[in-house]
Structure formats: C-alpha cells, structure tokens
C-alpha cells in the first residue's frame, strides 16, 4: 500500500469543530430548506432532507459542506460539458485528503436490529465528521488523523428514519452520548441526496489513488465537477444515477507534488475507464452481479475524466473520456 498520509491533523484543524457551527446553521434555516428537525428520547437530534420532508437542491449543497466539515467549496453550476444537461455539481478543496477521505468518504458501514421491523436491520452508510472520532475504518490508520470534540454529526444514506439503538450505538463508538449527535438522514434519490453524493466526485477520485497505491501527501488541492443527477424514487434507479453522473461525466483536476512519471501513470489509471466493469449503467452492472455490490470491480468508482499537474514541472496529464450518451441514458432525458 501507499506509504501513510501526512498526519492532516498537523495542520491544527478538527473537523468536528469546523463542522459544528454549519450543522447549527442547517438546523436554525430548516424551515427555508425544507428540513424536519426532531430529537429522539435519547436526546440524538435528527435532521430529516427527504424521508418525511421533501428537502431541497440548496439543503443538498450546505449538507455536502458538512459531509467535508467546510473544508470544501460546494457550487451548483452551469454545465458546460454537456450541452444537454443544464447544471452540474463543483467541488474545490485546499484540504483533499482531510476534507474527503478524514471526513466526506461514506465509509462508515452501519447496521443494528430494527424494533420496527422483527428479525430485520437497519442498514445505512456514514459519512462526516463522526467517522475521525469512531476510528472504525482502516483508512484512518493510513491517514493517521485523530479528532476530539464535545459533539458531532453523522451524515446518514437513509430513506426510513433510524431506530433509537443506531444514534446509541454511533454516540458510543464517538465516546459521546446521543444528546451531542445529530445524524442527518439524506435518501439516495431525493433533492438532498442527489446533491451530496454527487459532491464526492474528487473523494471518489481520492480514495481510488490511494486503492493505485499514490501516496495521499502528494495530493495538495484539488477541483471537480459532475453533472447533478435527477431525484428519483426508485432505489435502485437512484444508486444507478447517483454513480453514473461521475462514471460518466465527472471531471476531477489534481495538484500533486510528485514527480512527472507519477502523475502520468496517476492519470492513465484513474479513469473509470481502466475498470472491468465500464460500459454500461451502474444499475445493469449491479443486476448482473445478482445485486452483490463486493462482487462489482471496486476500481470503478472513479471520475470518468481527470487531469493531473504537477506543482514542481507545471505539467499536465489528462486521462478518461466523457460518455454523454451513457450519461443521458442513466438520467432518463428525453429530448424535445
């Protein structure tokens, strides 16, 4: 594996404090945005943006910033490169490395009985501040990033509101109790949703350089841009749209500080393209795997073009290719 990240915390920055006082500003606007803010019996505050509420595009935006602790610029966009697409997600980072793979990553794989639901689970991905404080994935030995703070917030892929026992369960790994939690429920295809899974366009670009074995210190700033994906109530069609729009229109620009010959291979292999599994729409890939998700090519989830500088040369390295046909078949658009 890649040699260990530059400790990020070196650099004096918690996520959890930074992310703090925007989780405050979701909840005091939530009214504006769409949202519905409840508080469960064991005091975990819980911040609905599309299962009981309808959310909103604008909650999506400031609910990405979150899942980066606001160490992330997160725009809605004019989309140049699809000339059938009107908008399109822009993501920018001065703290790549922190901010997506410390923070945003939803690598934090939650399950617990569900009451509401005899001999079944709630199942949910987590991403956000709360995973530095838990240390539940490996990643964090590579990152080597450690935070502490007085409360924090789990930003959940949800579409029915948990049960008390998960926010329990969360607040307990964090070492806080559930009155310091606030877990913030974003179901796949709604207006939230879209939004901030397609802000992961350079996490997905992060986390699979680190799969390449690129040391994650080399990567300093970062930009990117996907088109935003259109709300749909269908899971399956939502997991399909929300991966496409990067498969097959995201764009990432990374500046390294490694050498020539490092970007150039960087950029040749992180294309999607490089994947076994490129071609078709994620959700036929997903069904030809009999709905296994480990048995899918983990070296596809990546942007589906992406340009490399290197800070010391000022060269640049281009890799990957848009697919607008791929891309408006996953959407659903229809042409008038």
């Not at 703090?20 to 409840?38: E, K, N």
């Not at 725009?75 to 009107?86: G, H, K, Y």
């Not at 399909?240 to 150039?264: K, M, P, Y």
């Amino acid at each position: 594996m890649s040699t260990a990240a530059q400790n990020p915390g070196e650099a004096g920055l918690s996520i959890n404090a930074l992310s703090q006082p925007l989780v405050a500003a979701l909840i005091r606007d939530a009214a504006q945005l769409c949202l519905g803010v409840s508080r469960m019996d064991n005091g975990c505050t819980v911040i609905d943006a599309g299962i009981q509420a309808r959310g909103s595009l604008a909650a999506g935006r400031r609910i990405a910033a979150i899942c980066m602790a606001g160490l992330g610029d997160i725009q809605l966009t004019a989309s140049p490169a699809f000339t059938d697409w009107p908008w399109q997600v822009s993501v920018a980072t001065s703290q790549p490395v922190l901010a997506c793979l410390g923070s945003q990553y939803a690598g934090w794989n939650l399950g617990i009985d569900d009451p509401a639901r005899p001999g079944k689970k709630f199942h949910a991905l987590g991403s956000g501040p709360a995973r530095a404080l838990a240390q539940r994935e490996p990643l964090f030995q590579t990152l080597g990033y450690q935070d502490n703070a007085a409360a924090t917030c789990l930003i959940l892929e949800a579409d029915r509101l948990p049960p008390s026992g998960l926010a329990e369960k969360v607040a307990a790994d964090c070492g806080l109790a559930p009155a310091q939690l606030t877990l913030i429920l974003t179901p796949t295809g709604s207006l939230a949703g879209v939004v901030q899974i397609a802000a992961r366009v350079v996490e997905v670009a992060l986390h699979k350089a680190h799969e390449l074995d690129f040391p994650l210190q080399h990567i300093v700033d970062a930009l990117g841009t996907t088109p935003l994906p259109p709300p749909v109530r269908d899971g399956l069609a939502a997991m399909g749209r929300t991966n496409d729009t990067i498969l097959f229109g995201g764009q990432v620009h990374l500046f390294v500080s490694s050498s020539d010959a490092e970007a150039e291979q960087l950029a040749q292999q992180l294309p999607c393209s490089t994947s076994r599994d490129y071609g078709k729409p994620f959700a036929q890939v997903f069904a030809d795997y009999q709905y296994d998700f480990f048995q899918v090519d983990p070296l596809l989830f990546s942007p589906s073009r992406v340009a490399v500088t290197v800070l010391d040369s000022g060269r640049t390295f281009l890799g990957g290719q848009l697919d607008s046909a791929l891309l408006y078949r996953s959407f659903g658009l229809v042409a008038g």
